[in-house]
């Protein structure tokens, strides 16, 4: 019922911004790419209407129950957008501050992680600490969305960015191609292009290791060297641990998942695997089609055994390269953080749809503390604590984790 209503909302949210009745019900994922997209706009212009009214009427139960931090209000209320809506200037402030980031000392003890070599490392050697902890366990979400969170805090209060973490909806990319997009396409406002083309790269592998088929991916246009943009000259310092290499195989690196390597960053763009996974239809069909949380985590990270990545692996996959195809260092590549931003849109946009019972609760979140369960695990509480270690920030409780505006939170997608 609730969900019926809120669909009445999100058309008549499309209608007026189209300007014409919509025959098409958002109730159902459109198959057609374009009206997907617009199906996806009407949510998140119906989602951006709830939150505000619940921020502002400030009595709701999803606005008033601020535990870490202060009061989410209409006046501190942040808004996330999408990359190729930014003005060209603000496109340049966030590229200027991840870069400043990489020029800032680590925090990470190098005698812990000699690899982490500055600021941003921090994030990757974290990420690559608790890869099999934070991935197909329950706080895999929560814990994607602090760590999103606590980067865009590090770029505003540690390099001045006044702008909030952009997002890549890769159901345009999917229609435009990558190459051709505002995020990818190697201009001086972009998170830089393709990498330098590989001939004859062959299929891309990717290993399941639970005695299920591997997956095997289309390779992409590009596979060497990041050669255009604002990102040309970085250095990957850490990795591989478990590289996905085009023609077969896995990259990992002797010296050990924290060791110092450094390279050149390395993307392999592969519009293919965006369409066939990362479609809007597929965004849509993940925000409509689930009815609890553990249907939509597994969907979204591509249910084992069905060959089908997800919109997760999808975009993560779509970008290639090294470390892109990587699934502990991926953080590695800058692009990672507009990535799993939409990952983000797309969780608080299915918990709009349902917020009591998807941000609040015990059915708010469901799993172990495992990868696949595997080790067997204890299922995760609400008060298992997020540990962003060395990235930053308190360890935080899931339930205060679960609202982009309730606990430390306070932030929209437009
Ligand atoms: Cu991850």
């Given at each position: 019922m609730r969900t019926g209503s809120l669909i009445v909302l999100a058309l008549q949210a499309a209608s007026s911004v189209l300007g014409a009745p919509q025959a098409t019900s958002t109730a159902v994922p459109s198959s057609d790419p374009e009206e997907a997209l617009q199906q996806l706009q009407a949510l998140n212009d119906a989602a951006a209407q709830q939150a505000q009214d619940a921020v502002s009427s400030n009595n709701s139960t999803v606005a008033s129950r601020s535990s870490a931090g202060g009061a989410c209000t209409l006046s501190n209320l942040k808004v996330r957008r999408e990359w190729g809506t930014l003005s060209k200037q603000e496109k340049k402030a966030y590229i200027s501050a991840v870069q400043c980031l990489m020029s800032k000392p680590a925090n990470t003890p190098s005698e812990l992680v000699p690899g982490a070599k500055n600021r941003f490392d921090d994030f990757v050697a974290s990420h690559i600490n608790q890869t099999m902890e934070i991935?197909?366990?329950?706080?895999f979400l929560s814990w994607h969305r602090y760590f999103t969170w606590m980067y865009e805090k590090a770029l505003q209060t540690e390099c001045g960015y006044t702008g909030t973490q952009p997002y890549w909806n890769w159901g345009i990319t999917a229609i435009t191609g990558l190459e051709n997009s505002p995020v990818f396409d190697g201009s001086d406002t972009s998170m830089s292009g393709n990498g330098a083309v590989v001939p004859n790269e062959g299929d891309v592998v990717i290993q399941t290791n639970n005695g299920l088929p591997p997956i095997v991916l289309p390779p992409g246009t590009g596979g060497g060297c990041v050669t255009s943009g604002p990102f040309q000259n970085m250095t990957v310092n850490l990795g591989p641990v478990s590289l996905s290499l085009a023609g077969g195989g896995v990259g990992t690196n002797p010296d050990g998942q924290f060791a110092y390597n450094p390279r050149c960053l390395k993307r392999d763009l592969t519009t293919k695997v965006n369409q066939m996974f990362a479609n809007a239809s597929a965004i849509v069909s993940n925000i409509l089609v689930p009815r609890d949380i553990d249907t939509f985590q597994m969907q979204m990270q591509g249910v084992p055994g069905t060959g089908n990545l997800g919109i997760h692996g999808g975009g993560h996959y779509s970008m290639g390269g090294d470390p892109g195809r990587d699934f502990f260092v991926s953080p590695g590549d800058p692009a990672f953080y507009l990535h799993h931003s939409m990952i983000d849109r797309v969780w608080w946009l299915w918990q709009s749809l349902s917020p009591r019972d998807r941000t609040q609760g015990p059915t708010a979140i469901a799993g172990t503390r495992t990868f696949l369960n595997s080790p067997p695990s204890p299922n995760a509480t609400l008060d298992d604590l997020v540990d962003l270690g060395y990235a930053g920030g308190p360890p935080l409780p899931i339930r205060d984790l679960l609202s982009t505006t309730a606990g430390p939170f306070c932030y929209i997608y437009l």
């Amino acid at each position: 019922m609730r969900t019926g209503s809120l669909i009445v909302l999100a058309l008549q949210a499309a209608s007026s911004v189209l300007g014409a009745p919509q025959a098409t019900s958002t109730a159902v994922p459109s198959s057609d790419p374009e009206e997907a997209l617009q199906q996806l706009q009407a949510l998140n212009d119906a989602a951006a209407q709830q939150a505000q009214d619940a921020v502002s009427s400030n009595n709701s139960t999803v606005a008033s129950r601020s535990s870490a931090g202060g009061a989410c209000t209409l006046s501190n209320l942040k808004v996330r957008r999408e990359w190729g809506t930014l003005s060209k200037q603000e496109k340049k402030a966030y590229i200027s501050a991840v870069q400043c980031l990489m020029s800032k000392p680590a925090n990470t003890p190098s005698e812990l992680v000699p690899g982490a070599k500055n600021r941003f490392d921090d994030f990757v050697a974290s990420h690559i600490n608790q890869t099999m902890e934070i991935h197909y366990t329950a706080n895999f979400l929560s814990w994607h969305r602090y760590f999103t969170w606590m980067y865009e805090k590090a770029l505003q209060t540690e390099c001045g960015y006044t702008g909030t973490q952009p997002y890549w909806n890769w159901g345009i990319t999917a229609i435009t191609g990558l190459e051709n997009s505002p995020v990818f396409d190697g201009s001086d406002t972009s998170m830089s292009g393709n990498g330098a083309v590989v001939p004859n790269e062959g299929d891309v592998v990717i290993q399941t290791n639970n005695g299920l088929p591997p997956i095997v991916l289309p390779p992409g246009t590009g596979g060497g060297c990041v050669t255009s943009g604002p990102f040309q000259n970085m250095t990957v310092n850490l990795g591989p641990v478990s590289l996905s290499l085009a023609g077969g195989g896995v990259g990992t690196n002797p010296d050990g998942q924290f060791a110092y390597n450094p390279r050149c960053l390395k993307r392999d763009l592969t519009t293919k695997v965006n369409q066939m996974f990362a479609n809007a239809s597929a965004i849509v069909s993940n925000i409509l089609v689930p009815r609890d949380i553990d249907t939509f985590q597994m969907q979204m990270q591509g249910v084992p055994g069905t060959g089908n990545l997800g919109i997760h692996g999808g975009g993560h996959y779509s970008m290639g390269g090294d470390p892109g195809r990587d699934f502990f260092v991926s953080p590695g590549d800058p692009a990672f953080y507009l990535h799993h931003s939409m990952i983000d849109r797309v969780w608080w946009l299915w918990q709009s749809l349902s917020p009591r019972d998807r941000t609040q609760g015990p059915t708010a979140i469901a799993g172990t503390r495992t990868f696949l369960n595997s080790p067997p695990s204890p299922n995760a509480t609400l008060d298992d604590l997020v540990d962003l270690g060395y990235a930053g920030g308190p360890p935080l409780p899931i339930r205060d984790l679960l609202s982009t505006t309730a606990g430390p939170f306070c932030y929209i997608y437009l």
